[in-house]
């Protein structure tokens, strides 16, 4: 209930701070942010554990090669 009462002061804000005369580039953009606004359910999130996991896959790659020594 807090959260939706917040989440109309928020957009209830945007759209008074957004001028008449707006480009359509701009308009476009405040659109998005008020359809984020006003649908937060719809975002998308990444896990904590994909980034790390990526950042460790990176690093084994990077000292894979000094780990192999060609014979000979």
Do not use: Y
């Not at 109309?8 to 008020?34: E, F, G, N």
Request: hydrophobic content about 55%; aromatic content about 4%; cysteine-free.
């Amino acid at each position: 209930m807090l959260r939706n009462s917040a989440v109309s002061i928020l957009a209830a804000l945007l759209l008074s701070v957004v001028p008449t005369t707006a480009h359509a580039r701009d308009s476009a953009a405040t659109s998005h942010v008020r359809t984020r606004l006003l649908n937060p359910a719809d975002t998308v999130q990444i896990p904590i554990g994909t980034p790390i996991a990526l950042l460790f896959v990176a690093a084994a790659l990077i000292f894979l090669p000094s780990t192999f020594d060609i014979p000979g």
